[in-house]
């Protein structure tokens, strides 16, 4: 994702990603072209642009500056579908903490929504 390539990154932590939020967006990468965008009323202005090997958490409002980014996907290897995946979080701003689990909570519930209208 050309967006955060070029971006000095603030901070990076290995993390994990549940493995229903993962297989969500494994999913939507067979029903939908990717980069897909996810705008959330809840958060005006913070969009998630989902690319086929990373997911990006941006400001809209300043240019879809990243937020946040997990990047370098463990999958490889992956057994079991409910197992969570390791990757890497990227922070690119000071308070991008504070977004972390709210957008992922709001990323599944419009996947979700997205591959049921789908179906």
Not at 35 to 54: A, H, T, W, Y
Not at 71 to 80: K, M
Not at 83 to 97: D, I
Request: hydrophobic residues 45%.
């Amino acid at each position: 994702m050309s967006r955060i390539g070029d971006l000095p990154v603030l901070q990076q932590r290995e993390v994990t990603v549940d493995a229903k939020l993962y297989n969500l967006w494994r999913r939507a990468k067979l029903h939908f072209s990717m980069p897909m965008r996810l705008e959330f009323e809840e958060l005006p202005g913070v969009v998630m642009i989902l690319d086929v090997n990373e997911w990006a958490c941006v400001d809209a409002r300043q240019n879809d500056f990243p937020i946040l980014a997990w990047v370098e996907f463990s999958d490889q290897g992956r057994d079991s579908l409910h197992t969570p995946v390791a990757c890497k979080l990227n922070f690119y701003h000071y308070a991008a903490s504070m977004h972390r689990s709210k957008v992922l909570k709001l990323m599944a519930e419009s996947l979700e929504q997205h591959l049921h209208d789908e179906d």
